[in-house]
């Protein structure tokens, strides 16, 4: 929507005053900040609290004025709203980031953040989520205490070890771990989320000892929290370590797919079926699981879709499908490129076992054909072994 000739004058003005600087282009519009000398200024006269009328006003902008007053008020009460558009919330938390307003940028961050994740603005979450981490208090703000700090803190841990960014994931993580107090429901939240990252490192035993740590505290602190996520994630590295493949399957069997992701689960189930050389029920699995991933639309479904591709390059290879084989390689690549860089490398580690096969290396499947690939597969009646 183009702005009245009025406000462009004053825009212009301003620009030419230095006082005001073109920020980024949304379709076609270009959003504005204020000069960052011109707010150091205004933070070096007024306080937080006399700037606040100000700020409350630029985010009736962007928010229901509700949901805005609450924000002020106690952003712990901040609730549901039918419908957010992520260029609003995105410049809502950057009007508060601006104005050093930290906490109400993390109590909209904390409540909001799937607007960002699964709409395909995970790049932009990732940046707000590391600027308020870094630039926040973790200890201040109680974050280990409040559900959805932690839940920020698992969803930026974990994206970052997707996105390829280990180190920084890593620097929060060990930041998690210092501020927690040993034998503490916040203690158990960090090891549930080092035993995850322990294992999409391949860090088997370590994960094992997470998990295990985990079992023995919730006993002691009594409470079941998140007890299925701590057992799945031993299953995984069961699993992935080779050595207790069948142990990894009888976990799987025994979880409640209400309380750990359906195609995740069903996945997983199928990995270990192809371990265990049983390929119809892999395939079958696979299909099914695969079937549920492209059914939703969340950043998590995406970067697992990349998992069901990759193996099913190496169940339709041991089964001499070499087309098939590259087609879903093709797609591992496609999908994790965009969602998942970091994972990029375990794709690279399958390439590098079918080195030796000049008809796997050679054969070209453009993007479109293998999706026609796919498709037939999803379509196939596969039989249970």
Not at 277 to 294: H, R, V
Not at 347 to 366: F, G, M, T
Request: proline residues 2%; hydrophobic residues 35%.
């Amino acid at each position: 929507m183009s702005r009245p000739p009025k406000i462009k004058q004053e825009l212009n003005r301003l620009e030419r005053l230095g006082l005001v600087e073109p920020h980024e282009a949304l379709k076609d519009e270009v959003s504005y900040q204020v000069h960052p000398l011109l707010r150091e200024f205004v933070h070096g006269i007024y306080s937080l609290k006399d700037q606040q009328s100000y700020v409350q006003k630029v985010l009736y902008i962007f928010l229901p004025r509700k949901l805005v007053d609450a924000l002020f008020i106690d952003y712990y009460s901040l609730g549901e709203i039918e419908e957010m558009k992520p260029i609003d919330l995105m410049d809502s938390i950057e009007t508060c980031l601006l104005s050093r307003n930290i906490e109400r940028a993390l109590g909209l961050l904390e409540q909001y953040k799937d607007v960002l994740i699964d709409k395909g603005y995970h790049h932009k979450f990732q940046s707000l989520a590391c600027r308020i981490l870094d630039e926040i208090n973790w200890e201040d703000n109680n974050i280990f205490n409040r559900g959805n700090g932690v839940k920020i803190l698992g969803s930026i841990i974990q994206q970052l070890n997707y996105m390829g960014e280990n180190q920084q994931s890593y620097y929060y993580l060990k930041k998690y771990e210092s501020a927690v107090e040993p034998n503490t429901i916040a203690y158990l939240d960090f090891l549930e989320l080092a035993a995850d990252i322990g294992w999409r490192d391949g860090q088997y035993k370590k994960t094992i000892d997470y998990t295990n740590e985990y079992e023995v505290l919730s006993e002691k602190l009594q409470t079941t929290r998140n007890v299925s996520r701590a057992k799945y994630t031993r299953a995984l590295a069961f699993r992935d370590s080779g050595e207790r493949v069948t142990e990894a399957l009888m976990l799987f069997d025994s979880m409640d797919e209400e309380l750990v992701s359906s195609h995740a689960l069903v996945g997983n189930k199928a990995r270990c079926y192809y371990i265990l050389k049983n390929y119809s029920k892999a395939e079958e699995l696979l299909n099914k699981s695969l079937f549920m991933l492209l059914s939703e639309t969340s950043y998590y479904a995406h970067s697992n879709l990349g998992f069901a591709y990759l193996w099913l390059v190496e169940l339709m290879y041991d089964q001499g499908k070499i087309k098939e084989s590259r087609a879903f390689f093709n797609l591992v690549q496609d999908v994790w490129l965009e969602y998942a860089p970091g994972l990029i490398s375990k794709a690279d580690l399958v390439k590098e076992k079918y080195r030796q096969n000049s008809e796997w290396n050679n054969i070209e499947v453009s993007l479109s054909e293998a999706k026609n690939i796919e498709s037939n597969f999803l379509n196939s009646k596969v039989s249970i072994g």
